[in-house]
């Protein structure tokens, strides 16, 4: 902030679905790295000290960004960057107001590294042994502020109400003597954007969308906006409609997700918006049927293409099933066919009489493939299931009737053979 700045309040929503946000789990968090903290209560009053490490670099590249293992590796060794910063937060509870409110502090690696995360930890240590004596820990915590406020970049106070609804302050005069005074306003404003997220990761799960989109909410300046929770309201059904025109299930089922958060914010903040006779009003459930309706045909439409890709899959197998059959029956004869029809029964006759087992058991293999091909086309599926039928009633009978036909072939091969001599 600049100079002339003395204290500027900012405002937004932390999303609770249920209206009422649990206190008790306020740092219970492991993105975008797991947070340490540590909780002092006696059932009626309660004390939190928590930090997390954040990776704040913009760096963004294809695959790489995606794992935080690789992107820290790419910034530190290739870029030579470093866009780490802790955050560590004081909480304390007021139960006249229901509501919690403490301080937050920003570090470099270097202020965090040499002293901060000293003093932090060893208070932590303090927690353990307590006994669940607030006033005692409330006290080191307030001495802890004191301490690490001159090592902290930046210092920011905040409340927070059960509604969800968080205020952030700045204030020049609360800053330590290693406040870095930023000459671009955005720069100092993206910090305090920083702290709404990880109170925000604190206090929130990411159910209803991906843990990579903090940006669905926003924080709002006070002395720039009219009414913030217009603005807000506005924000997530941008969020729900610009989701409904993407052709992506997981958009889609987000999408329902930002609708609950919507519908959440509204009963919440009901008074406010029951007094707006002006402003837009959204037809949720109208918006909610037709991304049902979206999701439900691209389900069917990807069931449909899995089942075509199956059943060509299966074809493709069989018909290669039956086509090694095919030529492993030739292979037994280690001779060319003739092409004259006459010639080719004759022929394979004689090659069944010399070797009937082997045959038997190649044309077996390659009715079992072929019902196994049908059974993958509805046209066929019923004939297929017909004769497994039969086959599995006639039970013995299928069994001799096979032989029967084995022997009529058998027999025939021998008749051909025999009027081809004479």
């Known amino acids: 902030m600049s100079e002339q700045t003395t204290s500027i309040a900012y405002v937004g929503w932390i999303p609770t679905v249920s209206g009422r946000l649990s206190f008790s789990e306020f740092g219970n968090a492991d993105y975008p790295t ?114 690490i406020k001159n090592l902290s970049s930046t210092t920011l106070d905040y409340n927070i109400k059960r509604s969800g609804e968080v205020e952030i302050t700045f204030s020049a005069c609360s800053q330590g003597e290693s406040y870095v005074n930023a000459v671009d306003e955005d720069i100092d404003e993206d910090i305090i954007t920083q702290v709404y997220y990880y109170l925000k990761d604190c206090l929130h799960k990411h159910q209803h969308h991906s843990k990579n989109t903090d940006s669905i909410l926003q924080i709002y300046n006070k002395e720039n906006v009219e009414d913030w929770k217009l603005e807000t309201l506005y924000t997530l059904y941008r969020k729900i409609i610009s989701r409904r025109r993407s052709k992506t299930i997981v958009d889609l089922s987000e999408s329902l997700g930002v609708i609950a958060y919507a519908n959440a914010f509204e009963k919440i903040f009901a008074t406010h918006f029951s007094a707006m006779s002006d402003r837009v009003v959204y037809n949720k459930e109208e918006i909610k049927e037709s991304i049902k309706a979206t999701i439900y045909s691209l389900e069917n439409t990807k069931t449909r293409f899995s089942i075509i890709y199956r059943d060509a899959a299966k074809s493709t197998l069989a018909t290669g099933a039956i086509l090694i059959s095919a030529f492993a029956l030739i292979s037994l004869t280690g001779k060319k066919i003739d092409v004259n029809p006459d010639k080719i029964l004759l022929f394979l006759a004689k090659e069944f009489v010399k070797s009937p087992a082997e045959w038997f058991f190649y044309l077996f293999v390659s009715l079992f493939l072929l019902f196994g091909f049908c059974h993958t086309k509805d046209i066929f599926r019923e004939v297929y299931k017909d004769a497994i039928r039969l086959c599995i009633a006639g039970g013995k009978a299928t069994v001799l009737a096979f032989f029967v036909l084995s022997i009529v072939i058998y027999i025939t091969s021998l008749i051909l053979i025999y009027s081809s001599i004479f």
């Open 34 to 147: 797991p947070c340490i903290r540590s909780v002092c209560t006696d059932g009626a009053n309660r004390v939190i000290l928590n930090y997390q490490k954040r990776n704040l670099s913009d760096t963004t590249i294809p695959i790489v960004s995606q794992f935080p293992i690789l992107k820290n590796f790419f910034d530190k060794i290739i870029l030579r960057k470093d866009g780490s910063l802790w955050f560590c937060s004081t909480t304390f509870y007021d139960p006249e107001n229901n509501l919690i409110y403490g301080k937050v502090f920003v570090f470099d690696k270097a202020c965090w590294r040499e002293k901060s995360e000293y003093l932090v930890r060893n208070k932590m240590d303090l927690f353990p042994a307590s006994n669940g004596n607030v006033e005692f820990i409330k006290e080191q915590l307030i001495s802890l502020e004191g301490e």
